[in-house]
């Protein structure tokens, strides 16, 4: 007979309702599921971190960089008790967990909550349901994430076995950023303040080392010591803030079988693209001479070739056979396998290949009829200053989607809706940019490069299915690769290409039997996706670009999505306890305007 397994956990926070644990195990009684409730405790505090030969306060959670893993079965549910004893307001994401009618945990700042403020804590209710394989949770607020961030990892439910051969063993890989800046977030929003460009990484990581190629870390590389003949599945994480990344293994294949939280038909490959905010399941077999391989990320720039003010000091890790020989040999480098900086070839390649698994045991359910169709643009912009009131003159940097460049509202856009607050946000986010033109045509006019700002969402019902094709731009000779995320719910990527979308040709190339389903996806540099997904998550989701640099900017939108007529189809209520916003005069005034609004209308 099936049962329900509760683990022991500290006593519980006074921030969450205990409800929610209950429903959650009584349906799974009902339905006759194994699940487990897990319980975690996170407490951001400064730590002293030394790397390249310096010491530097930074925030970290427990301690550790990157952050402690999360372990559960698919279809647990995790409360994570949030103590922020650091200096400033935080939040956290649970990154590719749909999170069902719950979007009170999802976590984006000024999105769906509030900050949770220094001396004070909030408990997530972290819901999983179909994810399976490889997520990841980190801050989603400023760029604290740099440092807050660690892997989550979902095996099959209890009784049930991965879609290929169990495994001897596995380790996690997570790929992360370093900035010179201590007091990065300060730094940050001056700069954007000045309208000038933000901080940029100056190296990049491996399990919180840089590797044997810079100085003061050859000591602390990072070593994954396996046994010839054995088979291991390697759960890749980007957690870089700003970059995609090449990784390859000296010597070694690797055959990726899943990515974001879902399986993929087995591609083998000497080399993996992996962008910011991506998880990949890979499995290596040791079949190579006793010794020790380099196993090594290099940074992938999809920007111009003449923009060079970046990194390129390769991040190491060493993967180490265990036995009897000489060690008196540098590992090999992979260096006839790991692509250049700028092979967007090479970037497009590897990512043309996946597929979804979608067999009898994992089907996929991709829209085929279409109610709701998008065309948005992705675009560098500038915004104009007026009487130059920038220090950086008559304009500043800013991104867009369909030229309209985000601004975050001093409250969260969810609690707006939730409360009918007006003047929090507006539901005109257009279906199609306000302009045409050659986006990706080389001396463009500046011109159409003047973006707007504004805090406009996306509204769908319950239920819709939805086509959005991206468009990347050459807009400033700013075109670049665009890790599109979608909050709450997974799509599918039906199709993709070069240049200026073509909506005669471009879409009889769709893949419509396995595409692969992700949370995020690469808009290449000057060209399209095409994604599909059904909105059947109720609630408010943030969709923006996980190069944080470009969100930072103005990369972003939120999705509402409407109740459906159904208290199962129907976001739930908040939790008894939401971090305040700073300022809730602002809240009380707005509800007062809204409701002598509502009456002076009736």
Known sequence: MNRVKMAIRPPFSATISPHAAIFFLLANVLLGAQASVHYYDFVLRETNITRNCTTMSLLTVNGSFPGPVIRVHKGDLVFVNVHNQGDYGITLHWHGVKQPRNPWSDGPEYITQCPIEPQTNFTYEVNFTDEEGTLWWHAHSDWTRATVHGAIVILPSEGSSFPFPEPDGEDIIVLGSWYEEEKLNEVLNEDLAAGSDVPRATGYMINGQFGDFVPCSKETTYHLFVDYGKTYLLRIVNAAVSAEHFFSIAKHNMTVVGMDGAYTKPVVTSYITIGPGQTMDVLLTTDQSLGRYYMAARRYSSEDTSVTAFSHINVTAILQYKGNYSLTSPPIFPSDTLPGFYDYFAAANFLAQLKSLANEEYPISVPLNISTRMFITASMNELLCANDSCASGDSKIATSLSNISWVNPSIDVLLAYYRNISGVYTSDFPDLPPMWYNFTGDDLSTSLAVAA?????????????????????????????????????????????????????DPQGYNLIDPPKVNTFSVP??????????????????????????????????????????????????????????????????????????????
């Not at 731009?473 to 890790?483: A, D, I, M, R, V």
């Not at 923006?544 to 972003?556: Q, Y």
């Not at 999705?559 to 939401?578: A, C, D, K, Q, W």
């Open 525 to 602: 540099k000057k060209g399209w996706i095409t994604i599909r997904f059904t909105a059947n998550n109720p609630g408010v989701w943030f969709w923006h670009c996980h190069i944080d640099r470009h969100m930072s900017w103005g990369m972003d939108t939120a999705f509402i999505v409407l109740n459906g007529g159904t208290e199962e189809t129907s976001m739930r209520p908040p939790p008894s306890y939401m971090p305040p916003c700073t300022d809730a005069s602002k809240i009380a005034l707005k509800e007062t305007a809204s409701f002598f609004g509502d009456v002076n209308q009736t």
């Open 453 to 505: 700002e504004g805090t406009k969402v996306k509204v769908l019902n319950f239920n819709e299915t939805v086509e959005i094709i991206f468009q990347g731009t050459n807009l400033l000779t700013g075109s670049e690769t665009h890790p599109m995320h979608l909050h709450g719910h997974s799509f599918y990527v039906v199709g993709s290409g070069f240049k200026n979308f073509d909506n005669e040709s």
